[in-house]
């Protein structure tokens, strides 16, 4: 699609996101079953749940722009969840693990808050007040998910991946 105005441009990073928010439903649920932590088994089950809620927010956007819900490709999620599947099948079910889902977690998020905040400020210039709000809305929560996520790694799981690697080697 051409894109010739500020609205079809906000509307192409609206479909990037839908698409890469449903590849994120799946993706969130295939790397909870991998993770080994029960806590971080839950923070990621935790944001699944919050993640279908960003699928319903675009939906609503495109309701409000009286167009119909269409994804558009996302690469750039398509391969963040490639790395992480990656991690998953070259490491045992371990703390290891767990620390290798974490940073492939928190790329992911950190692509979202950039994504969000961009889609959020051309709501704002294009004066879209339900999508701001919305956009909004759903920037917190990848925000708290990625803090959540870094403050697992660096409160315990990284020094059990230390210790039980370290240990394993010897
Ligand atoms: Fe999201
Ligand atoms: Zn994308
Ligand atoms: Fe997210």
């Known amino acids: 699609m051409k894109i010739e105005t500020m609205e079809d441009l906000f509307l192409e990073q609206i479909k990037d996101l839908y698409d890469a928010e449903q590849r994120l439903v799946k993706a969130l649920r295939d790397m909870a079953e991998a993770a080994t932590s ?30 119909k819900p269409k994804g558009e490709t996302c690469d750039a999620m398509k391969g963040l969840i490639e790395e992480g599947e990656t991690i998953v099948s070259d490491t045992d079910a371990s703390p290891l693990r767990d620390a290798g889902i974490i940073a492939a977690a928190n790329r992911v998020e950190h692509y979202e808050i950039a994504a969000y905040g961009s889609a959020r400020t051309f709501a704002l210039t294009l004066g879209l007040s339900t999508a701001v709000s919305l956009l909004e809305q759903t920037l917190q929560e990848e925000k708290n998910a990625d803090k959540k996520l870094t403050y697992f790694a660096e409160s315990m799981i990284n020094n059990e991946a230390l210790k039980t690697s370290t240990a394993m080697r010897r």
Do not use: C, M, Y
């Open 38 to 67: 029960p806590q971080l088994r839950q923070a990621i089950e935790s944001h699944w749940k919050e993640t279908k809620g960003h699928v319903d927010r675009l939906e609503r956007i495109f309701n409000d722009l009286q167009t």
